[in-house]
């Protein structure tokens, strides 16, 4: 997969040296030779990866790193610091700052394209929802979301032979408030993860480390356990057996003897990243809730009702109600448009509280209302109708100090299987014309002739 990255380094050998590797490999590359560089490329160019050297004069790795992760518009984009500092204090520093991996000088080749895929495969997908996240917000749906910080009530499964090791790593991240579930077994691990609720997956690697790398295969084949990020645990001799989990699907790995400040910094990271993406989804599922939802009475709208009715009936015949509120124009005209938005709140709270949970109603436009009853008959559909008008006729709707009477005439149809929505929304149409026309306050049934004439025309 190519990819945009940016190599950040004061030392221009160091520049050319990665930048021949990644032309190698078909990424496009940008350099920078500063911090302050670093933060005007990345604000222009947008890199999908930044790859930062730590020691740098003026402004170091870690300030850069921080900075961008506290802008919204870059705290997604990963960061792999590059550094000759093997000192543990050191990779947590970074990793406390924001960064998701730390990679040695000389850098190791292999090393560094795993590491490459691995966060690349992880913010593509990010990236995905982030844009329909964007999009949302620019239509008004949402605001603005940041990751969240707080670790604690986060759920962790540890999976490992030995079970002193998951004792020692439930007490390390209980510090966080993370709570810990072991498995010394891989079928008790996938039963636990399979029902969902984890919040990250610690695969601590035997001597040979086959049964965790196929484990974190498995995890990514499956649909309820592919986004849990999965975080390595290995000796130091099993470099090649991280470098293939990384390419099975692992976001991250520690080694042994497990630095507990590492552990807890690159569980942060890793738990923070899920909980942002959580937070994308629900933000753009609310998003396409506001995009179906009428905001004057959160009834569905006209879009959702539509694409409803002709869904219903690929399937088979509904009923469909067309409700129209008498001499609405009356109301504003008389007492304002306050109350005209007031009494299409009360006609909808009445018309939701009549209906099944598997009828839906909608706001079909200014003061026109659309109720579908999927497989309906005919006297069940005007029954609902009826009791539908009385009760919104039978209680004044209070508005202030004045108590408004309000009525609706009401059209059925019967649409059958094969019809359009246009058709039976038609039909219904011109029975509630005839409702109107007979001295409103009435339910009307649409002809077979309602019917046959919208098809003449179509």
């Given amino acids: 997969m190519t990819a945009r990255i940016l190599v950040v380094d004061d030392i221009a050998a160091n520049l050319r040296l990665l930048e021949a590797k990644l032309l190698g490999e078909f990424y496009e590359v940008g350099l920078a030779a500063s911090g302050p560089e670093a933060l005007t490329a990345v604000a ?53 700052a924001g960064a998701d991996d730390f990679l040695s000088k000389p850098v190791d080749d292999p090393t560094l394209f795993a590491r490459l895929r691995a966060l690349l495969r992880v913010k593509q997908v990010q990236d995905a929802w982030r844009l329909r996240a964007e999009t949302a917000r620019e239509l008004g749906f949402e605001t603005p979301i940041l990751p969240t910080t707080s670790m604690r009530g986060s759920r962790c499964l540890v999976l490992s032979t030995d079970a002193e090791e998951v004792a020692a790593i439930q007490g390390i991240l209980a510090a966080d408030g993370v709570a810990v579930q072991g498995a010394t077994v891989v079928e008790d691990a996938w039963m ?28 990514r084949a ?6 849990i990020p999965v975080l390595l645990v290995a000796q130091p001799t099993q470099r090649s057996l991280v470098l293939r989990g990384f390419d099975l699907g692992a976001n991250d790995h520690v080694l042994r003897p497990v630095d507990p400040n590492e552990l807890r910094a690159r569980a942060r990271n890793q738990i923070r990243r899920k909980h942002y993406q959580e937070q994308l989804w629900a933000d753009l599922d609310r998003s396409l809730e506001l995009a179906v939802t009428d905001p004057l009475t959160s009834l569905r709208n006209r879009r959702y009702v539509m694409r ?11 009923a469909v109600l067309l409700l129209d509120v008498d001499r609405f124009k009356l109301i504003n005209d008389t007492h304002g448009h306050a109350a005209g938005d007031a009494a299409l709140r009360v006609v909808a709270e009445r018309l939701k509280a009549n209906l099944r949970a598997a009828d839906v109603v909608a706001r079909f436009g200014g003061e026109e209302f659309m109720v579908v009853l999927a497989g309906a008959a005919t006297d069940y559909a005007l029954a609902v109708a009826e009791r539908l008008r009385q009760t919104i006729h039978q209680d004044s709707i209070s508005v202030g100090d004045v108590g408004l009477s309000i009525s609706v005439s009401i059209g059925v149809v019967l649409a059958p299987q094969g019809s359009t929505g246009a058709q039976a929304t038609a039909a219904a149409d011109a029975a509630l014309y005839r409702a109107k026309a007979a001295g409103r306050n009435l339910v009307m049934l649409a002809g077979d002739a309602d019917l046959q004439g919208v098809t003449a025309d179509c």
């Fill in 192 to 219: 636990a993860l399979s029902e969902g609720g984890f919040d990250m997956a610690i695969l601590c690697l035997s001597p040979d480390g086959t049964d965790a790398l196929r484990f974190a295969s498995r995890l």
């Fill in 44 to 96: 222009n160019w947008m890199p999908d990866i930044i790859l930062l050297d730590v020691m740098m004069p003026g402004m170091d790795g870690y300030e850069v790193c921080r900075r961008l992760k506290l802008n919204p518009s870059t705290a997604h984009i990963p960061v792999v610091m590059v550094t000759a500092l093997v000192d543990a204090a050191e990779r947590v520093r970074g990793l406390e």
């Fill in 222 to 227: 499956h649909a309820i356990t592919r986004d």
């Fill in 308 to 318: 409803h009715l002709e869904g219903v009936l690929r399937g088979g015949p509904a």
